[in-house]
């Protein structure tokens, strides 16, 4: 299993600011997840973000509202840019387990709420 | 696309009832399905999984089995415990590179 760190776990925004979320894994990773958890709904993935490359994103989700960097095998960053009430939401990295098992680790995730 | 659809809740229980969360889903390929519990201030955790029609995933009393022919796979308890309540999510992924699909999640409480 891993084991991951988001940094904040909370934290309350004004509109039209941006936050940075960071996230740690306790081991290298290949691959590591952005989701989004909106109130009452269930988790979206924004992008996917390998080490080296650019990260990938779903349809709906754009690099200039949500850029990640993904610097090393055990870190990631999202930004929520310029944000809305509506991106007031859990932010979840996740990390995929031991190849082939096809699981996911979840941080405790950020939440968000922007006024 | 994917997706997956699973009951509405709140779902309140009383200590030691049966526990039943339905979940359906639809996928073009063979997916594995999982479900992921998130008890309060705590981040989503793996409860159990089903890689292949007709397995049986279990885990803490918890059982679901993959049912290719009605495409569903229904999370169980015989028993629960206060302690068991949470949010329910249940969750398909279709290739191996860590994309899922989530349903909406189903909150549960137990009262003592």
């Known amino acids: 299993s891993a084991v991951i760190s988001q940094k904040p776990s909370r934290d309350i925004c004004q509109r039209g600011t941006s936050l940075t979320i960071q996230c740690q894994v306790d081991s290298q990773v290949t691959m590591m997840f952005w989701y989004r958890q909106q109130p009452g709904q269930s988790l979206t993935l924004i992008a996917t973000?390998?080490?080296?490359?650019?990260?990938?994103?779903e349809s709906g989700f754009v690099i200039d509202k949500f850029p990640i960097s993904r610097p090393n095998l055990t870190f990631s960053t999202l930004t929520v840019s310029n944000m809305s009430p509506e991106d007031s939401s859990i932010y979840l990295c996740?990390?995929?387990?031991?190849?082939?098992?096809?699981?996911?680790?979840f941080g405790e995730g950020s939440r968000l709420t922007v006024l | 696309g994917d997706s997956v659809t699973q009951m509405e809740g709140p779902v309140t229980l009383s200590e030691e009832a049966f526990l039943t969360i339905n979940c359906t889903y639809t996928?073009?390929?063979?997916?594995?399905l999982f479900w992921y519990v998130q008890y309060p201030g705590e981040g989503l955790q793996l409860l159990l999984k089903?890689?292949?029609?007709?397995d049986k995933g279990s885990n803490k009393g918890f059982e679901a089995t993959y049912r290719k022919e009605t495409t569903s796979f229904h999370l169980e308890k015989g028993s629960v415990q206060v302690s068991d309540s949470a949010v329910y999510f249940c969750a398909l992924s279709d290739d191996s590179w860590g994309k899922f699909q989530f349903g909406a999640g189903t909150q549960v409480v137990v009262t003592p």
């Open positions: 973000a390998n080490q080296g490359s650019e990260a990938t994103y």
């Open positions: 996928a073009t390929g063979y997916p594995s």
């Open positions: 089903a890689t292949k029609a007709d």
């Open positions: 996740s990390v995929e387990g031991a190849l082939g098992t096809g699981e996911l680790f």
